[in-house]
């Protein structure tokens, strides 16, 4: 049996004839053969499965533990310089910014952990990930960013752990 070739790309034409030189759409390539079509859906929707949804590897995991305390850590510097006014409101903000939203996506990456660690790292992430939105709207509240600076440097201590222990 010759191996199922997936289009990626559709293109749709106008109605009426079609240069010989024109590639053919996803369409002509299925139409006229009744398994195709099923055979071209059921590619498409194995291979949208296969994004990522799976379980993280323990090297993944490791990864994700390491660029978490890595943001934590950023976090804490961060926190502190804006708590002691080495840093402009804008600054922290903008960065704070910056530094959630990373940590968003470890979240979201790790949210699907299947493991006690796994799940550990996650809710680690999210504690992350709030502070660092609390500290871009924390203006020039020092006591709110010490409250950070201390909670974020406790998270990177506690990844830190986690991930040694991967």
Known sequence: ???LQVLVSVTF???GPRPPTE???AAMLIAGRPGRL????AAVLLLAGCGGQGMLSKKALSQEAKGVQSLASEGTLLADDAARGRSTSTFTR???RFLEQAARSSRAKLARGQTPKGRRLAQLAARVNS???RLSRSGSDHATQRRLQQDLAQAADAISKLGKSL
């Open 131 to 133: 502070d660092l939105e």
């Open 23 to 25: 590639a053919p759409t």
């Open 1 to 3: 049996m010759p191996p």
């Open 38 to 41: 099923a055979a071209a859906l």
């Open 13 to 15: 034409v106008e109605e």
């Open 94 to 96: 903008i960065h704070a």
